[in-house]
């Protein structure tokens, strides 16, 4: 059987998504799950590159090193490859169901937030244009996320 697989999505896949796929897969690494994480963003804009410095630099302080991951643009053979899409915001949610070709793709695609707030729709605010500590509060909460993750799947 394959492993179970779980991708992070938010715009660029260079701040909130390559954190979220740090977070998640630091708390799977604890756990001793055997679950593959991975993330990608609905824009093309950084494809190749490595994380925003500030994501890098927020993630170090808490042990988790992201530095390594390279953007890479969503792409609907996502859909066949991963079992749960977990989007940053409603943009985001917007972009993926776009490129969704069946109610089973659409099923697949979730609010990250909403695994700690259910049914709120809560979107996890862009950081690219604020300052270190919007990092920070996208860290706390990915983490919270991270957490309400492995025990759904526990
Ligand atoms: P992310 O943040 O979607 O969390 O990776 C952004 C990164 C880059 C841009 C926007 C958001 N940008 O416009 O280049």
Redesign the pocket.
């Known amino acids: 059987m394959r492993a179970y697989k779980i991708l992070m999505v938010?715009?660029?896949?260079?701040?909130?998504?390559p954190m979220a796929e740090g977070v998640l897969r630091n708390r799977i690494e604890q756990a001793g799950l055997k679950i593959i994480v991975d993330s990608a963003?609905t824009?093309d804009?950084?494809t190749g590159e490595a994380p925003?410095y500030r994501a890098v630099s927020v993630l170090r302080k808490h042990g988790i090193d992201i530095s390594g991951l390279a953007a890479r643009q969503f792409n609907e053979r996502d859909f066949d490859d991963f079992d749960e899409i977990y989007v940053?915001d409603q943009s985001n949610l917007n972009n993926v169901l776009t490129l969704a070709r069946s109610e089973e793709d659409r099923l697949k695609v979730r609010l990250i937030l909403n695994t700690v707030h259910p049914g709120l729709n809560r979107s996890l605010a862009?950081?690219?244009y604020g300052d270190i500590s919007h990092f920070e509060a996208v860290y706390a909460q990915l983490n919270q996320a991270a957490a309400a993750i492995i025990s759904q799947l526990k």
């Open positions: 938010c715009l660029g896949n260079i701040c909130r998504s963003g824009a804009y950084h925003d940053m862009d950081p690219f």
